[in-house]
T-cell receptor, first 110, second 112 residues
Framework: NAGVTQTPKFRILKIGQSMTLQCTQDMNHNYMYWYRQDPGMGLKLIYYSVGAGITDKGEVPNGYNVSRSTTEDFPLRLELAAPSQTSVYFC?????????FGPGTRLTVT | DAKTTQPTSMDCAEGRAANLPCNHSTISGNEYVYWYRQIHSQGPQYIIHGLKNNETNEMASLIITEDRKSSTLILPHATLRDTAVYYCIVRGSNQAGTALIFGKGTTLSVSS
């Protein structure tokens, strides 16, 4: 069981570029989440999904898009990257209430 | 979700038990106590959770007082790799699909 995997680990983007952060889980969890964590701060929920084909906004969805075509994958798309999106991004999944997190993607937008 | 209070920091010698307290005096009957930790630069890690009975797994033990107003996470033999920020979170049941809200947590420093 690899758990939750995320790629890439690190990325530097220029302002206005776009990219997709990949997230895959092999635990057959229905629920998946994307969080961001700014330095010294707590987690903020960007988007979540309760199952394939169903997604919903979290606290800070602006500037991001998601899709959930399979149970395993939950990619996060950044369009027109901005410096305010510099952060560490964590993907998580859950079967019930306890959430299991990936190792994170550290993104810098300059 | 009920509010929790944890000490800002704690120290522990390697090999000794680390006992991390959490107060949750406003917890309601259907709310669980969860513990997560975040090692520097890594994703948060689920440790354990419980409702009212004491719980144990391969990582830790959770002791919840009879009145459920406080709990203690016990790492029986702390190692250097247990140095992390530990978060006590109170959540109702059936919260799948909702965000985890981490407070300030307790920074545990394990030293040799």
């Amino acid at each position: 069981n690899a758990g939750v995997t995320q790629t890439p680990k690190f990325r530097i983007l220029k302002i206005g570029q776009s990219m997709t952060l990949q997230c895959t889980q092999d635990m057959n969890h229905n629920y998946m989440y994307w969080y961001r964590q700014d330095p010294g701060m707590g987690l903020k929920l960007i988007y979540y999904s309760v199952g394939a084909g169903i997604t919903d906004k979290g606290e800070v969805p602006n500037g991001y898009n998601v899709s959930r075509s399979t149970t395993e994958d939950f990619p996060l798309r950044l369009e027109l990257a901005a410096p305010s999106q510099t952060s560490v991004y964590f993907c998580a999944s859950s079967l019930r209430d306890e959430q299991y997190f990936g190792p994170g993607t550290r993104l810098t937008v300059t | 979700d009920a509010k929790t209070t944890q000490p800002t920091s704690m120290d522990c010698a390697e090999g000794r038990a680390a006992n991390l307290p959490c107060n949750h005096s406003t917890i309601s009957g259907n709310e669980y106590v969860y513990w997560y930790r975040q090692i520097h630069s890594q994703g948060p890690q689920y440790i354990i959770h419980g409702l009212k009975n004491n719980e144990t797994n391969e990582m830790a033990s959770l002791i919840i007082t009879e009145d459920r107003k406080s709990s203690t996470l016990i790492l029986p033999h702390a190692t250097l790799r247990d140095t992390a920020v530990y978060y006590c979170i109170v959540r109702g049941s059936n919260q799948a699909g909702t965000a985890l809200i981490f407070g300030k947590g307790t920074t545990l420093s394990v030293s040799s």
